[in-house]
């Protein structure tokens, strides 16, 4: 039986050691782990060069050494820098010919002739999306999807793959967590306009049946680890609120607040990703997936912050229009 967690790449090569990459992918094979995520800019901004690969690297190297291993490899492409310290004003972007020579070189690190899944890693308003899906129609990928991309340039996006005949998106990859941001700021490591799931992306996500990847969801240890606090973008009246809630169902089931979190996000049928860098961590989220909340549990955690919304879809007489 796979898990619906996906390991996160993004450090690997660089702050986090082949040998060390290693045991988690091996630790992530062994109980049932499928996804494994990257980019063609991992980490560009902790290598010594400015440059990315690294994590591609490391990936390739791993499949190499471990033949006939069953795993499913998302990579992305679209942020790597032109020139070391040029991001975020010149990268790569999403032109037919950088999304083609992005490719290529991705293929060639993974040792790979094709990806389970390519992912767009932000929106590029130079470039017309439609070159960029018309680019992506072309390269051996089994799914593409779209990350911290607004809901409108990815309906635009998966018009114009259907009139090609080609695949649309078909997954979105954005941060969310339990706790919410304020409105207006961005946590920490979010560096992207509509990089936080929105109420608004998630809806649209359900509406045309796209699988949402949440990135960053457990704060990077804040739930569990007291020398890391939660960050002040989530101090608000509302996370007052939720982590009160997020703090019973904690202590009913016995396990630690960030294991709930990721629980919940799987009952919403959210992936989340685990970028850890130490076995236990991968242990600890990876036993989180057999973590069943209860339907009650489940509608307090979602209910702490939320009041009652007019539907979408009621019509009873009376109803202001």
Same mark, same amino acid.
């Given at each position: 039986?796979?898990?619906?967690?996906?390991? !996160?790449?993004?450090?690997?090569? /660089?702050?986090?050691?082949?040998?060390?990459?290693? =045991?988690?992918?091996?630790?992530?094979?062994?109980?049932?782990?499928?996804?494994?995520?990257?980019? +063609?800019?991992?980490?560009?901004?902790?290598?010594?060069?400015?440059?990315?690969?690294? &994590?591609?690297?490391?990936?390739?190297?791993?499949?190499?050494?471990?033949?006939?291993?069953?795993?499913?490899?998302? /990579?992305?492409?679209?942020?790597?820098?032109?020139?070391?310290?040029?991001?975020?004003?010149?990268?790569?972007? %999403?032109? =037919?010919?950088?999304?083609?020579?992005?490719?290529?070189?991705?293929?060639?690190?993974?040792? %790979?002739?094709?990806?389970?899944?390519?992912?767009?890693?932000?929106? *590029?308003?130079?470039?017309?999306?439609?070159?960029?899906?018309?680019?992506?129609? /072309?390269?051996?990928?089994?799914?593409?999807?779209?990350?911290?991309?607004?809901?409108?340039?990815?309906?635009?996006?998966?018009?114009?793959?259907?009139?090609?005949?080609?695949?649309?998106?078909?997954?979105?990859?954005?941060?969310?967590?339990?706790?919410? @941001?304020?409105?207006?700021?961005?946590? @920490? !490591?979010?560096?992207?306009?509509? !990089?936080?799931? $929105?109420?608004?992306? &998630? *809806?649209?996500?359900?509406?045309?049946?796209?699988?949402?990847?949440?990135?960053?969801? %457990?704060?990077?240890?804040?739930?569990?680890?007291?020398?890391?606090?939660? @960050? *002040?973008?989530?101090?608000?009246?509302?996370?007052?609120?939720?982590?009160? =809630?997020?703090?019973?169902? $904690?202590?009913?089931? !016995?396990?630690?607040?960030?294991?709930?979190?990721?629980?919940?996000?799987? &009952?919403?049928?959210?992936?989340?990703?685990?970028?850890?860098?130490?076995?236990?961590? %991968? +242990?600890?989220?990876?036993?989180?997936? +057999?973590?069943?909340?209860?339907?009650?549990?489940?509608?307090?955690? *979602?209910?702490?912050?939320?009041?009652?919304?007019?539907?979408?879809?009621?019509?009873?007489?009376?109803?202001?229009?």
């Amino acid at each position: 039986m796979t898990t619906p967690l996906v390991l !996160g790449a993004m450090m690997f090569g /660089t702050t986090v050691a082949e040998d060390t990459a290693f =045991a988690l992918l091996d630790r992530f094979v062994e109980r049932g782990g499928e996804w494994i995520d990257t980019a +063609d800019c991992y980490a560009f901004w902790a290598s010594e060069n400015g440059r990315g690969g690294y &994590s591609e690297q490391v990936l390739g190297r791993w499949l190499a050494a471990r033949p006939g291993v069953r795993v499913r490899i998302a /990579t992305k492409l679209g942020a790597e820098p032109l020139e070391p310290g040029s991001w975020p004003d010149r990268r790569a972007g %999403l032109s =037919a010919h950088a999304v083609q020579a992005a490719f290529a070189g991705s293929l060639d690190r993974l040792g %790979l002739d094709r990806v389970d899944l390519l992912w767009l890693h932000q929106e *590029d308003r130079s470039v017309p999306i439609e070159q960029t899906v018309e680019a992506l129609a /072309t390269l051996p990928a089994d799914r593409v999807g779209v990350s911290n991309f607004p809901a409108w340039l990815t309906e635009r996006g998966r018009v114009h793959a259907r009139s090609l005949g080609a695949r649309p998106f078909d997954a979105m990859q954005l941060n969310c967590s339990y706790l919410r @941001p304020r409105p207006g700021t961005l946590p @920490p !490591g979010v560096v992207h306009r509509f !990089g936080v799931l $929105s109420d608004e992306q &998630s *809806d649209y996500a359900a509406e045309h049946g796209m699988e949402v990847w949440a990135y960053t969801p %457990l704060l990077s240890g804040a739930y569990d680890n007291p020398a890391k606090p939660i @960050p *002040d973008v989530y101090d608000h009246p509302g996370n007052t609120l939720r982590l009160a =809630a997020l703090n019973a169902v $904690s202590a009913e089931t !016995g396990a630690t607040r960030g294991q709930v979190v990721l629980a919940w996000l799987v &009952s919403r049928g959210v992936r989340p990703m685990l970028g850890g860098s130490k076995v236990h961590q %991968l +242990d600890a989220a990876l036993d989180a997936m +057999d973590l069943k909340l209860t339907e009650e549990q489940i509608v307090r955690l *979602d209910a702490a912050d939320h009041f009652e919304w007019a539907s979408p879809y009621a019509d009873a007489p009376g109803t202001p229009r």
